[in-house]
């Protein structure tokens, strides 16, 4: 028996990455899981790795930014599995972002970030609260970021829509608590994953000097994070955010 079975969860971004991994993991503990992205092909290859291992999953494509994709994605898999009590905020613009002086970043890069960061979890959150608030109960994991605490050179608009995940998770949490709905945050350091890789020249250069636990962030060392906040162990914290990133920066 799993720890998560009879739930369903929907992932963003559950194509590739960190996502995928926490989809896989889901599955591991018997959840219903919708794999949901914007790349389609990815949503569904993650849905069959999923069934190749006796789980439960469906991939959708999904693009976070559009309230008509949001809806529907709540509503298929309500239609699917009968509910939603899991809601997984992974995706997010990252990927091939080069590292540039804030007054070098183009305009439209900061809105198109902006508006899939933060404008995405805005969207997935009213999409799958209804069925929520009917159920009486519901957790939602927001992925933050170290860097919302440390800041980090020459990224500003990433770090600071990692920022606003934080004063979104706590002031819905906020709103939500008298339905039963638990929100947190999960905030990663820099963990080796295919989205650092494309915005990093040579991740071997990455110094774990500073990092108490001397080692590189893995995707595997944030699921317990995420399971535990799934799970009903949490159902007495939200608004919170777990910093996992083996000590580097310490809140």
């Known amino acids: 028996m799993g720890r ?11 194509a ?24 389609e092909d990815g949503a569904k290859q993650t849905a069959q790795e999923i ?41 997010a613009m990252i990927y091939g972002i080069t590292r540039k002086p804030f007054v070098e970043i183009p305009l439209e890069e900061w809105d198109r970030l902006m508006t899939v960061n933060l404008k995405g979890p805005f969207l997935c959150c009213r999409a799958v609260f209804p069925q929520m608030k009917k159920q009486g109960k519901g957790k939602i994991i927001n992925l933050s970021s170290e860097t919302a605490f440390t800041g980090s050179r020459y990224f500003v608009h990433y770090v600071t829509s990692k920022g606003g995940i934080i004063s979104f998770t706590r ?30 020249d040579d991740i071997s250069n990455y110094d774990v000097g500073p990092t108490p636990l001397k080692r590189m962030e893995q995707p595997g060392d944030l699921v317990g994070a995420v399971l535990f906040l799934a799970s009903d162990e949490s159902d007495f914290i939200t608004g919170q955010t777990l910093v996992v990133n083996g000590g580097r920066y310490m809140h």
């Open 4 to 14: 998560l079975e009879g739930k369903v969860a929907i992932v963003t971004g559950g």
């Open 16 to 39: 590739r990455g960190l996502g995928k991994t926490f989809c896989l993991a889901l599955a591991e503990e018997k959840a219903k899981v919708v794999v949901a992205d914007i790349l």
């Open 51 to 91: 069934q190749a291992k006796g789980g439960t999953g469906m991939g959708l494509r999904v693009d976070v930014t559009s309230e008509q994709d949001t809806l529907a994605m709540a509503e298929e898999t309500v239609k699917l599995f009968g509910g939603i009590d899991i809601l997984i905020n992974n995706a």
């Open 171 to 200: 002031s819905l949490a906020a709103e939500l608590g008298q339905h039963k709905i638990c929100v947190n945050a999960v905030a990663p350091g820099f963990t080796d994953s295919e989205s650092a890789r494309s915005v990093i």
